[in-house]
């Protein structure tokens, strides 16, 4: 079992610490719950009561409480909270090299040992970094290319040609790489548009479960490095996305769209074409974006507008009607 002192976790997330920094501790815990080998959080002071009342041996907290448990004072609970919790909970990777007996791994696969393949996966002619992890059910195809330590959960699915890079982490039933949606119409039929170019995922990029990323139809769809996406998006072809970039659930972004570094996308935002969104743009939840966003920012609604005129347009519009306030 992994555990550490609280001094320890102190030290790893340059926190101040209080009280027994020699306590021993186990993994995480709820506040009502925990017992003393356990951390817990408090992130809000209406939870001081709880703290209080706590029998976790310690607390990760913005300020001081007053509470039996040891402390750890840190400026942002949220981030010490996510270090702590992957000290006990590290992304697994593969320690020895270990290939299932029902898995298919093409002979001219190159596996740079330890890596670990589960049961029915498939691997075709492609590269796999040391200590990447590819679980059951995965299908890479031909000419991939995929870095050290990587963690492939089931049933993700890699097309032929995709190139990924270190620390990637793909969440079950996510395709990487599928064709992009390109078609010419004549006559009143659909002719296919053949898509040949592929799709670059940089270093520790996180890709939700059920989420698909198209490949280019001419050259590449680019997902920067450290970008997070959540389960059930869907990133066309010929799209550049930048680095640490955040993207929640039900996102859809058309082709050729190029989305700018640290933008944050919430759930269910729909992005057309061709567009450019800038740096540091923050888009509300149910947007839809029909032309360019340049500005750093946060914009909302449909039609795209900035964040704080949204809102008074909001409160406008249920003074029109009646009966309704700012609160209904």
Not at 72 to 78: H, Y
Not at 124 to 130: D, F, H, P, T, V
Request: charged share 20%; proline share 4%.
């Amino acid at each position: 079992m992994t555990e550490a002192s609280v001094a320890e976790l102190a030290q790893l997330v340059a926190g101040r610490l209080l009280g027994d920094g020699d306590r021993r501790i186990v993994g995480l815990g709820d506040l009502r719950t925990a017992g003393p080998d356990r951390i817990g959080f408090v992130r809000d002071a209406r939870y001081a009561a709880a703290a209080k009342a706590t029998r976790a041996g310690a607390l990760l907290t913005e300020s001081e409480l007053a509470t039996a448990a040891s402390q750890i004072v840190v400026d942002d609970v949220d981030v010490a909270y996510a270090k702590v919790a992957l000290r006990f909970h590290p992304v697994p990777l593969a320690l020895r090299h270990d290939v299932h007996p029902t898995a298919v791994v093409d002979p001219a696969a190159v596996l740079e040992e330890p890596v670990q393949i589960g049961p029915r996966a498939v691997v075709g002619k492609s590269r796999l970094g040391a200590g990447t992890v590819v679980g059951a059910g995965v299908v890479i195809g031909d000419g991939c290319s995929i870095g050290r330590d990587c963690f492939f959960h089931p049933n993700a699915t890699v097309y032929a040609g995709v190139q990924i890079g270190q620390r990637v982490l793909v969440h079950a039933n996510a395709v990487l790489g599928s064709d992009g949606f390109g078609y010419a119409r004549e006559a009143g039929r659909w002719i296919k548009v053949p898509q040949l170019g592929t799709t670059v995922i940089e270093d520790d990029v996180e890709v939700g479960a059920g989420t698909t990323i198209d490949r280019a139809t001419l050259g590449v769809t680019r997902i920067g490095a450290r970008t997070k996406i959540d389960n059930l998006c869907h990133i066309a072809h010929n799209c550049t996305i930048g680095q640490d970039v955040a993207i929640a659930a039900n996102c859809g972004i058309a082709g050729s769209t190029s989305v700018g570094d640290r933008c944050v996308i919430a759930g269910n935002v729909g992005i057309s074409g061709h567009l450019t969104i800038g740096a540091d743009v923050r888009l509300g939840g149910g947007t839809v974006v029909l032309k360019d966003v340049i500005e750093p920012g946060d914009y909302m609604g449909h039609p795209l507008l900035e964040k704080r005129r949204f809102l008074r347009l909001l409160r406008v519009l249920r003074g029109l009607v009646p009966g309704r306030g700012d609160g209904e």
